[in-house]
Nanobody, 127 residues
Framework: QLQLVESGGGLVQSGGSLRLSCAAT????????LAWYRQAPGKEREGVAC????????NYSESVKGRFTISRDNAKRTVYLQMNSLKPEDTAVYYC????????????????????WGQGTQVTVSS
């Protein structure tokens, strides 16, 4: 079956860095657009970053622009989220998501178009 599994979350102090990974199984990742979302308790799910199937287009939320970088390695069937200059407000459960798409431009939206989701990994940033 199709599956996405996140890893790399943990506890980090403000200003630190983490790299999240999401490994895909059961399908060819090159055919899918990918995204990272996050959700904090009591808040709506937020699109953090997304990348087109070709890897040629990326998009970021204003809150993380300049600090986070999304990338993909189709051969390794993995999508990454490099997070730098972390802030306490970045604390959330982070999810990766995938959708079958060959659209050139990356689009995150609210996540309703993404079909496959991982279980999430907790990121906690201390003050």
């Amino acid at each position: 079956q199709l599956q996405l599994v996140e890893s790399g979350g943990g506890l980090v102090q403000s200003g630190g860095s983490l790299r999240l990974s999401c490994a895909a199984t059961g399908f060819t990742l090159a055919y899918y657009g990918l995204a990272w979302y996050r959700q904090a308790p009591g808040k709506e799910r937020e699109g953090v970053a997304c990348i087109s199937s070709s890897g040629g287009s990326t998009n970021y939320s204003e809150s993380v622009k300049g600090r986070f970088t999304i990338s993909r390695d189709n051969a390794k069937r993995t999508v990454y989220l490099q997070m730098n200059s972390l802030k306490p407000e970045d604390t959330a459960v982070y999810y990766c998501a995938a959708v079958y798409s060959q659209i050139v431009q990356a689009y995150c939206g609210k996540g309703t178009l993404y079909d496959y989701w991982g279980q999430g990994t907790q990121v906690t940033v201390s003050s």
